[in-house]
């Protein structure tokens, strides 16, 4: 029995990814993300991603983010016609992300192509797939919950196991058996973090396993407590109250936004900040929210305990706006007085959030709230380095707004807690770790972490190479 892994994607970087388990000559496809970045680093490495569309047997999604379902429509474009295994609420979730990457796609095609007209330039660049491509993609999605083991090849068995990143995250657990030899391969997406709203902690009542494919995002990196973090939302909202100015939070539309909103209904529920206007500017958000009201299966303890028990809304209050329309996202940007607005996307590269950017980047009043990560080259990290001159819309800005940035909004684990989450498992048949999706340096230190921890046979995953599971 050959085993066999190897990544193309998110080796030794943070997005895109996409990694293959091989298993006697039969290809499992391990996520299909979109790379994210600069726009022509970014296109050249979306068309050109390498897999083997007609060696894949089935495929699998750990969760919906783009950086992990972005490319499935071009996979089945090319070809693919196998079965997507993901989660119920991951495939929905999934759905609603690649659907919006289509439009967005047409967009911007259509908008370079008038004005490389207007400047008398050719314009030769098409979308990697449109919205007929998502429905494709869409339908080959086979919803598995988490703890149904379900055969998807000779002698390879797959079991979600909840990751706690975002709703419906899994953690792939393969199984393989044949002649008479078990192995077993432990891919964890991305990995979240215990104590968390809305949803549970990462499942560590797993069996045993001989390998783990683990994210490292955060390895160099601890994250604030949440307590601290609600204070310091509290004391942002008071201060803009006081002058009158806006806070701007760039957040991912599918779990950042819905957790944002969970904890500024907490602080307006508990008298801890008044009634400011809270607009989502985000028609994904606004989406995404009601997939996250129709998944209650997904959500932990906590948010029962406050909202569902008692039969309320978690993610809706008197405060609480969602914008339905371009005219109201434009009317937002001649609102007076205090005004939080959240909108995607959590990286700046596009959405919303860039034409509010645009709009207030230059007035001292503003604050931007950075309560994520930040990918390099993106307009995000550069916000988030406080870097003076920015180009948005091809337009330099003078930046005077304010950035802060609350890093326990994280749904990745930092070195520690994933360190905690290891030590939580059965690990007396584990040979190796491969550390992915992370960036060289945090992925340099959290292996060093980890050897020093005792998990000495711990290696970084590099684009292409192949690493034999015995």
């Not at 008044?274 to 997939?291: G, L």
């Amino acid at each position: 029995m050959a085993i066999t892994f190897y990544s193309l994607g998110a080796a030794e970087e943070v997005t895109g990814s996409k990694h293959i388990l091989e298993v006697d000559g039969q290809s499992y496809l391990i996520d299909c993300g979109a790379f994210q970045g600069s726009r022509a680093e970014a296109d050249r490495k979306n068309r050109d991603f390498g897999i083997p569309v007609d060696r894949i047997e089935n495929a699998v999604l750990t969760h919906g983010h783009y950086d992990h379902c972005g490319l499935l429509p071009l996979l089945t474009k090319r070809g693919y016609k196998g079965n997507i295994f993901a989660t119920p609420a991951s495939r929905d979730l999934a759905s609603l992300i690649m659907m919006d990457s289509a439009k967005i796609q047409a967009h911007d095609a259509d908008f370079f192509r008038r004005q490389a007209k207007k400047r008398g330039e050719k314009f030769d660049w098409e979308p990697l797939f449109d919205e007929a491509d998502v429905v494709k993609a869409a339908n080959q999605i086979v919803g598995l919950s988490y703890n149904r083991p379900m055969p998807i090849g000779d002698g390879v068995k797959l079991e979600f196991y909840d990751a706690g990143h975002i709703l419906g995250s899994a953690m792939a657990f393969f199984t393989v058996k044949k002649d008479g030899k078990e192995t077993r391969i432990l891919c964890s997406g991305d990995l979240g973090r215990s104590n968390r709203p809305i949803i549970r902690d990462p499942d560590h009542k797993l069996p045993a396993p001989d390998y783990i494919v683990l994210e490292s995002t955060y390895g160099d990196r601890r994250h604030d407590s949440t307590d601290n973090a609600m204070e310091k939302l509290a004391d942002l909202a008071k201060r803009t109250v006081k002058t009158r100015g806006r806070i701007l939070i760039p957040a991912f539309a599918i779990e950042r936004t819905q957790e944002l909103v969970y904890y500024f209904h907490l602080l307006v529920d508990d008298g801890i900040i008044p009634e400011i206007p809270i607009y989502v500017d985000s028609p994904m958000a606004t989406n995404a929210t009601t997939i996250f009201q129709v998944h209650p299966e997904c959500y932990g303890e906590d948010i029962h305990e406050a909202f569902i028990k008692h039969h309320k809304n978690p993610f809706g209050f008197n405060s609480l706006h969602f914008t339905t329309s371009v005219d109201e996202s434009k009317a937002l940007n001649e609102h007076t007085g205090p005004l939080i607005i959240i909108s995607a996307d959590g990286m700046c590269e596009a959405g919303r959030i860039t034409h509010h950017l645009a709009n207030s980047i230059g007035d001292p009043n503003t604050t931007i709230l950075t309560v994520g990560y930040m990918a390099q080259n993106t307009l995000g990290r550069r916000i988030r380095n406080k870097e003076t001159d920015l180009k948005i819309h091809g337009q330099w800005f003078k930046r005077r707004a304010a950035v802060e940035e609350i890093n326990a909004f994280s749904a990745h684990a930092d070195y520690f807690e994933a360190g905690q989450w290891l030590d939580s498992l059965d690990t007396s048949r584990l040979k190796k770790i491969l550390l992915v999706h992370g960036e060289p340096k945090a992925q340099a230190y959290f292996k060093k972490y980890l050897i020093e921890k005792g998990y000495t046979n711990t290696e970084i995953v590099q684009y292409g190479k192949s690493y034999e599971f015995d």
